[in-house]
T-cell receptor
Framework: AQRVTQPEKLLSVFKGAPVELKCNYS??????LFWYVQYSRQRLQLLLR??SRESIKGFTADLNKGETSFHLKKPFAQEEDSAMYYC????????????FGSGTRLSIRP | GAGVSQTPSNKVTEKGKYVELRCDPI?????LYWYRQSLGQGPEFLIY????????DSGLPNDRFFAVRPEGSVSTLKIQRTERGDSAVYLC????????????FGPGTRLTVT
Protein backbone atom coordinates (compact mmCIF):
# COMPACT_ATOMS: atom_id res chain seq x y z
CA ALA A 1 0.00 0.00 0.00
CA GLN A 2 1.13 3.52 -0.72
CA ARG A 3 1.05 5.54 2.45
CA VAL A 4 2.67 8.50 4.19
CA THR A 5 2.67 8.62 7.98
CA GLN A 6 3.28 11.72 10.07
CA PRO A 7 3.03 10.59 13.69
CA GLU A 8 2.83 14.04 15.27
CA LYS A 9 -0.26 16.19 14.78
CA LEU A 10 1.29 19.07 16.70
CA LEU A 11 4.87 19.98 17.47
CA SER A 12 5.64 22.97 19.66
CA VAL A 13 9.20 24.20 20.16
CA PHE A 14 10.86 27.37 21.39
CA LYS A 15 12.41 29.88 19.01
CA GLY A 16 16.03 28.95 18.43
CA ALA A 17 15.54 25.28 19.29
CA PRO A 18 16.08 22.49 16.75
CA VAL A 19 13.09 21.13 14.85
CA GLU A 20 12.48 17.66 13.47
CA LEU A 21 9.20 16.71 11.83
CA LYS A 22 8.93 12.99 11.31
CA CYS A 23 7.74 11.27 8.16
CA ASN A 24 7.67 7.59 7.19
CA TYR A 25 6.37 6.16 3.96
CA SER A 26 5.53 2.93 2.19
CA UNK A 27 5.62 2.69 -1.60
CA UNK A 28 6.27 -0.05 -4.14
CA UNK A 29 8.83 1.34 -6.55
CA UNK A 30 10.98 4.45 -6.50
CA UNK A 31 9.07 7.40 -5.12
CA UNK A 32 9.86 11.04 -5.10
CA LEU A 33 9.47 12.58 -1.63
CA PHE A 34 8.35 16.11 -0.83
CA TRP A 35 7.59 18.44 2.02
CA TYR A 36 4.76 20.89 1.44
CA VAL A 37 3.98 23.82 3.75
CA GLN A 38 0.86 25.86 4.33
CA TYR A 39 1.27 29.15 6.18
CA SER A 40 -1.76 30.79 7.77
CA ARG A 41 -4.22 32.02 5.09
CA GLN A 42 -1.90 30.99 2.26
CA ARG A 43 -2.12 28.23 -0.28
CA LEU A 44 -0.27 24.94 -0.10
CA GLN A 45 3.24 25.29 -1.53
CA LEU A 46 6.23 23.08 -2.11
CA LEU A 47 8.98 23.50 0.48
CA LEU A 48 11.48 20.97 -0.82
CA ARG A 49 11.84 17.74 -2.77
CA UNK A 50 14.40 15.04 -2.13
CA UNK A 51 15.87 15.01 -5.63
CA SER A 52 16.88 18.66 -5.32
CA ARG A 53 18.96 18.08 -2.20
CA GLU A 54 18.52 21.76 -1.36
CA SER A 55 18.18 23.62 1.91
CA ILE A 56 15.12 25.87 1.77
CA LYS A 57 14.53 28.45 4.53
CA GLY A 58 17.09 26.53 6.59
CA PHE A 59 15.16 23.25 6.29
CA THR A 60 16.70 20.02 5.03
CA ALA A 61 15.35 16.50 4.59
CA ASP A 62 17.31 13.35 3.85
CA LEU A 63 15.72 10.34 2.25
CA ASN A 64 16.57 7.17 4.18
CA LYS A 65 15.47 4.27 2.01
CA GLY A 66 16.45 1.68 4.63
CA GLU A 67 14.16 3.20 7.24
CA THR A 68 11.70 4.54 4.62
CA SER A 69 11.86 7.92 6.29
CA PHE A 70 12.08 11.52 5.11
CA HIS A 71 12.28 13.61 8.26
CA LEU A 72 12.35 17.42 7.98
CA LYS A 73 14.94 19.23 10.09
CA LYS A 74 16.00 22.73 10.95
CA PRO A 75 18.74 23.52 13.47
CA PHE A 76 17.30 26.79 14.80
CA ALA A 77 13.55 27.42 14.63
CA GLN A 78 12.19 30.86 13.81
CA GLU A 79 8.75 32.23 14.60
CA GLU A 80 7.91 32.51 10.89
CA ASP A 81 8.29 28.73 10.60
CA SER A 82 4.94 28.27 12.34
CA ALA A 83 2.74 26.52 9.77
CA MET A 84 1.18 23.23 8.72
CA TYR A 85 3.70 20.82 7.17
CA TYR A 86 2.76 17.89 4.94
CA CYS A 87 5.07 15.09 3.91
CA UNK A 88 4.13 13.64 0.53
CA UNK A 89 5.24 11.28 -2.21
CA UNK A 90 4.59 10.61 -5.86
CA UNK A 91 5.94 8.52 -8.69
CA UNK A 92 9.45 9.64 -9.59
CA UNK A 93 9.77 12.61 -11.92
CA UNK A 94 6.45 12.38 -13.72
CA UNK A 95 3.00 13.88 -13.73
CA UNK A 96 1.15 11.75 -11.23
CA UNK A 97 -0.93 11.95 -8.10
CA UNK A 98 0.61 13.04 -4.84
CA UNK A 99 -0.09 11.04 -1.69
CA PHE A 100 -0.05 13.27 1.38
CA GLY A 101 0.40 12.57 5.04
CA SER A 102 -2.09 13.95 7.54
CA GLY A 103 0.17 16.87 8.43
CA THR A 104 2.00 18.25 11.45
CA ARG A 105 1.25 21.67 12.84
CA LEU A 106 4.49 23.33 13.88
CA SER A 107 4.15 26.05 16.49
CA ILE A 108 7.19 28.14 17.41
CA ARG A 109 7.01 29.75 20.82
CA PRO A 110 8.83 33.08 21.34
CA GLY B 1 2.54 35.35 -13.53
CA ALA B 2 -0.93 34.39 -12.35
CA GLY B 3 -1.17 31.27 -10.26
CA VAL B 4 -3.88 28.64 -10.15
CA SER B 5 -7.28 30.15 -9.44
CA GLN B 6 -10.44 28.48 -8.19
CA THR B 7 -14.02 29.67 -8.06
CA PRO B 8 -16.04 30.02 -5.99
CA SER B 9 -13.91 30.40 -2.88
CA ASN B 10 -16.83 29.26 -0.76
CA LYS B 11 -19.95 27.31 -1.65
CA VAL B 12 -22.82 26.42 0.66
CA THR B 13 -25.41 24.04 -0.72
CA GLU B 14 -28.20 21.87 0.55
CA LYS B 15 -28.02 18.11 0.71
CA GLY B 16 -29.12 16.60 -2.58
CA LYS B 17 -28.19 19.58 -4.76
CA TYR B 18 -25.76 19.66 -7.67
CA VAL B 19 -22.57 21.77 -7.54
CA GLU B 20 -19.81 22.74 -9.94
CA LEU B 21 -16.36 23.85 -8.87
CA ARG B 22 -14.05 25.54 -11.35
CA CYS B 23 -10.27 25.55 -11.69
CA ASP B 24 -8.12 27.79 -13.90
CA PRO B 25 -4.60 26.33 -14.09
CA ILE B 26 -1.39 28.21 -14.78
CA UNK B 27 -1.31 29.07 -18.47
CA UNK B 28 0.44 26.40 -20.51
CA UNK B 29 0.38 23.74 -17.79
CA UNK B 30 -0.61 20.45 -19.37
CA UNK B 31 -1.44 18.49 -16.21
CA LEU B 32 -4.27 19.42 -13.84
CA TYR B 33 -5.13 17.71 -10.56
CA TRP B 34 -8.05 17.72 -8.13
CA TYR B 35 -7.68 16.92 -4.43
CA ARG B 36 -10.09 16.97 -1.50
CA GLN B 37 -9.05 17.99 2.00
CA SER B 38 -11.26 17.15 4.93
CA LEU B 39 -10.80 18.78 8.32
CA GLY B 40 -7.64 17.62 10.05
CA GLN B 41 -6.45 15.58 7.08
CA GLY B 42 -3.97 15.99 4.28
CA PRO B 43 -5.16 16.49 0.72
CA GLU B 44 -6.57 13.34 -0.87
CA PHE B 45 -6.18 12.75 -4.60
CA LEU B 46 -9.33 12.64 -6.73
CA ILE B 47 -8.42 12.84 -10.44
CA TYR B 48 -5.80 14.21 -12.79
CA UNK B 49 -5.88 15.28 -16.43
CA UNK B 50 -3.14 15.24 -19.01
CA UNK B 51 -4.46 17.64 -21.64
CA UNK B 52 -8.17 16.97 -22.14
CA UNK B 53 -8.20 13.37 -20.97
CA UNK B 54 -8.43 11.97 -17.47
CA UNK B 55 -5.14 10.11 -16.97
CA UNK B 56 -6.03 8.79 -13.51
CA ASP B 57 -9.47 8.99 -11.90
CA SER B 58 -8.82 6.35 -9.27
CA GLY B 59 -9.47 8.77 -6.42
CA LEU B 60 -13.05 9.68 -7.30
CA PRO B 61 -15.06 8.27 -4.39
CA ASN B 62 -18.18 7.27 -6.36
CA ASP B 63 -20.15 8.04 -9.50
CA ARG B 64 -21.62 11.23 -8.04
CA PHE B 65 -18.27 12.86 -8.74
CA PHE B 66 -17.24 13.78 -12.27
CA ALA B 67 -14.69 16.16 -13.76
CA VAL B 68 -14.07 17.56 -17.22
CA ARG B 69 -11.39 19.56 -18.99
CA PRO B 70 -12.82 19.96 -22.50
CA GLU B 71 -10.21 22.29 -23.99
CA GLY B 72 -7.20 21.22 -21.98
CA SER B 73 -7.18 24.31 -19.79
CA VAL B 74 -10.04 25.11 -17.38
CA SER B 75 -11.49 22.18 -15.46
CA THR B 76 -14.81 21.71 -13.69
CA LEU B 77 -15.43 19.27 -10.86
CA LYS B 78 -19.09 18.28 -10.70
CA ILE B 79 -20.80 16.71 -7.72
CA GLN B 80 -24.32 15.35 -8.02
CA ARG B 81 -26.76 14.70 -5.16
CA THR B 82 -24.40 16.23 -2.62
CA GLU B 83 -24.14 14.64 0.82
CA ARG B 84 -22.99 16.17 4.11
CA GLY B 85 -19.88 14.00 3.91
CA ASP B 86 -18.84 15.86 0.75
CA SER B 87 -18.11 18.94 2.86
CA ALA B 88 -14.40 19.69 2.47
CA VAL B 89 -11.93 22.01 0.80
CA TYR B 90 -11.47 21.06 -2.84
CA LEU B 91 -7.99 21.87 -4.14
CA CYS B 92 -6.80 22.14 -7.70
CA UNK B 93 -3.19 22.03 -8.86
CA UNK B 94 -1.37 22.18 -12.18
CA UNK B 95 2.07 21.16 -13.38
CA UNK B 96 4.31 21.07 -16.43
CA UNK B 97 7.33 19.03 -17.49
CA UNK B 98 9.37 22.22 -17.69
CA UNK B 99 9.07 22.72 -13.95
CA UNK B 100 9.87 19.05 -13.27
CA UNK B 101 6.19 18.38 -12.66
CA UNK B 102 6.09 20.53 -9.52
CA UNK B 103 2.43 20.90 -8.63
CA UNK B 104 1.25 24.46 -7.98
CA PHE B 105 -1.87 24.63 -5.87
CA GLY B 106 -4.84 26.95 -5.98
CA PRO B 107 -6.46 28.50 -2.89
CA GLY B 108 -9.22 25.91 -2.80
CA THR B 109 -13.01 25.96 -2.74
CA ARG B 110 -14.60 25.35 0.65
CA LEU B 111 -17.76 23.32 0.07
CA THR B 112 -20.30 23.06 2.87
CA VAL B 113 -23.29 20.77 2.46
CA THR B 114 -26.08 21.50 4.94
Amino acid sequence: AQRVTQPEKLLSVFKGAPVELKCNYSYSGSPELFWYVQYSRQRLQLLLRHISRESIKGFTADLNKGETSFHLKKPFAQEEDSAMYYCALSRYSSASKIIFGSGTRLSIRP
Amino acid sequence: GAGVSQTPSNKVTEKGKYVELRCDPISGHTALYWYRQSLGQGPEFLIYFQGTGAADDSGLPNDRFFAVRPEGSVSTLKIQRTERGDSAVYLCASSNPGSRYEQYFGPGTRLTVT
